[in-house]
T-cell receptor, first 116, second 117 residues
Framework: AQTVTQSQPEMSVQEAETVTLSCTYD???????LFWYKQPPSRQMILVIRQEAYKQQNATENRFSVNFQKAAKSFSLKISDSQLGDAAMYFCAYRSARGGSEKLVFGKGTKLTVNP | DTGVSQDPRHKITKRGQNVTFRCDPI?????LYWYRQTLGQGPEFLTY????????KSRLLSDRFSAERPKGSFSTLEIQRTEQGDSAMYLCASSRTGTSGSRNEQFFGPGTRLTVL
């Protein structure tokens, strides 16, 4: 079974600074997808960024980028120019690319605080 | 586009009672998922439907839990004989087939928070 580990329960960053959230995962599969989701307080979860395991190039979405290290099974999220609205729980998630398996496997999350 | 909606948003019940939650997916989405999120944890997969067919169920889904999606549109999740350990946020998500790989993104609803006294 696949597992996802987020070793930082809480992180904080100053507004306009850069922060990196860590995620490692365990799988025996070679083809899969990785995601970072954001869950603001009392609001619904939204997708921040996605990465296909077969792609060597790291995904980027505006201020959000990932460092995907397939051999190390590591998938960290970098937030540049942090904004107050980035404060939220961030969840790393894994999904198999195997046909018929659609479930997301989540880590426990990292609570990000952005200080003004 | 109204997004994924869930009803009720909050439910307080006494141990032993039955509860039912409803999820309305995004209208063109044919896949629907249920997850459970307890305090301090990430969401855990419970089950998913493609149209009206329930294609995958987690071992977390005990005999007291049942989910339906009778017409391939909205879905209900029923918990019978609730226990205090069932207290959690129940999240619904939807996605559509016809897009490749990771792009069949799961869109989440706001969740139903269940408290069992």
């Amino acid at each position: 079974a696949q597992t996802v580990t987020q070793s930082q329960p809480e992180m904080s960053v100053q507004e306009a600074e850069t922060v990196t959230l860590s995620c490692t995962y365990d799988t025996s599969e070679s083809d899969y997808y990785l995601f970072w989701y954001k869950q603001p307080p009392s609001r619904q979860m939204i997708l921040v960024i996605r990465q296909e395991a077969y792609k060597q190039q790291n995904a980027t979405e505006n201020r959000f980028s990932v460092n995907f290290q397939k051999a190390a099974k590591s998938f960290s999220l970098k937030i540049s120019d942090s904004q107050l609205g980035d404060a939220a729980m961030y969840f790393c998630a894994y999904r198999s690319a195997r046909g018929g398996s659609e479930k997301l496997v989540f880590g426990k999350g990292t609570k990000l605080t952005v200080n003004p | 586009d109204t997004g994924v909606s869930q009803d009720p948003r909050h439910k307080i019940t006494k141990r032993g009672q039955n509860v039912t939650f409803r999820c309305d997916p995004i209208s063109e989405h044919n896949r629907l998922y249920w997850y459970r999120q307890t305090l301090g944890q990430g969401p855990e997969f419970l089950t998913y439907f493609q149209n009206e067919a329930q294609l995958e169920k987690s071992r977390l889904l005990s005999d007291r839990f049942s989910a339906e999606r009778p017409k391939g549109s909205f879905s209900t999740l029923e918990i019978q004989r609730t226990e205090q350990g069932d207290s959690a946020m129940y999240l619904c998500a939807s996605s559509r087939t016809g897009t490749s790989g990771s792009r069949n993104e799961q869109f989440f609803g706001p969740g139903t928070r269940l408290t069992v006294l």
